[in-house]
């Protein structure tokens, strides 16, 4: 594409547009180009683009081109609809809608009916031969304009609107006439006048240009900055702009809007989803104000745009390949189509679709990898209510269901049923709004947030929340669709439930009440709620994992069977090994059952504590060779058991055994509690000999910074026999086993090297070692032996490294913590917090690994190893072995594995997957 010379471009017709162009068009402007140029009824309009909105925000100011290119465009749309924005007897409206490349629910509000007057609202009246639906379309445009463009107050409106009603007795909006609406006009524009201190605009193009850099503005709302840091979508894409001719769904019972999924977007099944609402304008179908109607309903209420709905779905589906979401409005019996984009969709749902499109003959498997990620299966890997102690079955579409049905489980009550909103179980405290439920979690509190329904300001409490729950509001609403996005467990539209914010309280139909404080419990998946604490069952997905249930079984749940095949795919698919740290063989029993290809970390230093605490004491407070032998010898025999086990359970497979690292202080008592013992027993003159020799070694050995102190493979120089007894252990063990007709893999690691002359000691003495169990034992053992690479002059000189050491595995946790200069419990606990919120990360360093800092010594040492060493094994077990785009870097850079905890294995394994099926250039999004 001819980039240089589109630059200039900053604003295309929806038939210039395509999907492609989200980063410029925004998600909103490329998906209705796409619609467009693939004849569906869309209304004709223009996208003004995100590089437009970028000068502007660098700038303070349009780019000066741009109002003329709007007026060419705003001309030809014009010419088109044979009628002028505004125009008095026949007006053209717009609607200026934003949209940024990724979708941000309710972050940026579109005004509707642009161009409406106090002069034009009379022909609006008199070509639709209907005042009410005139009026009713100008309180909208003061209405969402005053709030979204001029900063006034919203509740101003709603409150009048609300009085409007009441004087009148009306229900809701649609019972008001066309008097009362013209009333509304008057006093919505009074409040106008008051509140910014000039008249609403009267002059249309004024109107589209307010609102075209309101929309500019609103990116950098103290709420799109939060969603995006959340999300972590970068600050600077900017947002496109789109303007839409306008179509009308408030023209009558034969008009009416909607929104619709081409599969249930919390199950993945087939079929007809969505929510229509009769008469109604825009949100009205999302906000909760009056009731909607299942979209089958469409059916019998206008079967001819129902069933080119129905046509039109599918083509959307079998165009982009996935779930699609779309919302449309029907004008008097003719359906238009105002925005489609591919669904988002809860995990297990996402598992679902993915191999129900591969079985459609839609995509392959690398695509299918493409749609489903590391984040969605550990939500599944979630523990989810015992069915049982709730009574009934019922997990799954989610309907609304009717009562709670059967008893609660050991002392929980239940209290009704909302809408399945996003998987997941969760117990918490109720509160009833964002604040308390921020407070209250800050305390250590786990809460349930419960709302009538949600909207952007309840932002920082549904991610405060365990889960959240509304009373209103369909699975499309706010609360569902945030909720979903987070991952969080959500239950909405519990409409037999009575939420009453202001008192903090809540009803259910029998008359039970639950305060603030009360703990509730909700499952996202069967959306019910109760009172109490339910217990909770394992997840379908683990017990699969575990091997507890089989994918074959005829009985299988679909999820287990989906989940089963993507792994599948994955395991086909990937480059990079998968390794599990794990220090006992219950651990790496499980490893291996969750898929694990070996043992990445070995830890040694538990086999140090418990009862054996005493025998390390004994050594370190050995005055003599004999005294430190006499301690080494009691320690070999009981390592070399647990290696054995080790051994054992990942036979046949590579276990990596990091020699001990820990400073020596961390065996020995607490300074404080040990001179406070010494203290006493001295003034009861009651000397305890080995407790002031103790005091005196934690003395010796206490560091002002132990991070950087005595700790690896310094302990190992220092102190004689240590390393030398734990090889000893591991090459017996592995003797012990091959002499039982096992296969050991052990490698030796040895942490903190720093330069490789302290890898040369270690390993002269290791290979001795080596010799004389060989020699003893008449084993063929063969044992590997490496380094971490977890101190910036390792990385730094893994050339010479590599000469000494047979594989690298990155200790990436203590390599992030020497490359920051950050200690890790230290800052986390104190600024993070502040450094997230200034957005100097996006996410913390510990979590995912820093590409650019640490990532380059991980890169450059890769290089150079391999350069000194070609046949260098590499690997990772630093936590960022189980952190999905961790995962995606180290499969860049080349590692052979990448190793983590047990559980997160199935996630490492798959995003290994998705890594290697993205790189091998299959068609991903
Ligand atoms: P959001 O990004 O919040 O979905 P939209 O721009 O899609 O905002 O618009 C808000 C509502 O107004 C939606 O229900 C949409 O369908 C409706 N809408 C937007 N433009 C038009 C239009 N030109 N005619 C009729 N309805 C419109
Ligand atoms: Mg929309
Ligand atoms: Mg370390």
Redesign the pocket.
Known sequence: MPEQEDRQKFVYDFTEGNKDLKDLLGG?GANLAEMTNLGLPV?P?FTITTEACKVYLDSGSEPAALCDEVSAHLDALERRMGKRLGQADDPLL??V???AKF?M??M???V?NIGLSDESVAGLAAQADDWRFAWDSYRRLIQMFGKTVLDVDGDLFESALEDAKHAKGAATDVDLDAADLEQLVTRFKEIVAKETGRDFPQDPREQMDLAVRAVFDSWNTERAKLYRRQERIPGDLGTAV?I??????NLGPDSG?G?AFTRDPASGQQGVYGDYLQNA???D??AGIRNTVPLADLESLDKPSYDQLMQIMETLETHYKDLCDI???IERGKL?M??TRVGKRTAGAAFRIATQLVDQGLIDEAEALQRVNGAQLAQLMFPRFDDAATGGAATGSGTTGGGAGGAGGKGAKPLGRGIAASPGAAVGKAVFDSYTAVKWSRSGEKVILIRRETNPDDLNGMIAAEAILTSRGGKTSHAAVVARGMGKTCVCGAEELEVDTKRRRMTAPGGTVVEEGDTVSIDGSSGKICLGEVPVVPSPVVEYFEGRTHAGADDADDLVKAVHRIMAYADRMRRLRVRANADNAEDASRARRFGAQGIGLCRTEHMFLGERRELVERLILADTEDEREEALGALLPLQKADFIELFESMDGLPVTVRLLDPPLHEFLPDITELSVRVALAESRKDHNENDLRLLQAVHKLHEQNPMLGLRGVRLGLVIPGLFTMQVRAIAEAAAARIEAKGDPRAEIMIPLVGTVQELELVREDAERVLAEVREATGADLKLALGTMIELPRAALTAGQIAEAAEFFSFGTNDLTQTVWGFSRDDVEASFFTAYLEKGIFGVSPFETIDKDGVGTLVRDAVTAGRATRPDLKLGVCGEHGGDPESVHFFHEVGLDYVSCSPFRIPVARLEAGRAAARSKGSDSR
């Open positions: 909103k209304p309009g717009v609607s809608r934003s949209g979708s629910p309710g940026m509000d579109t509707l789109n839409c001719s306008m179509v009308f769904g809007t929104v304008q825009g949100e179908v999302v919302e449309f409005t238009w105002l925005q």
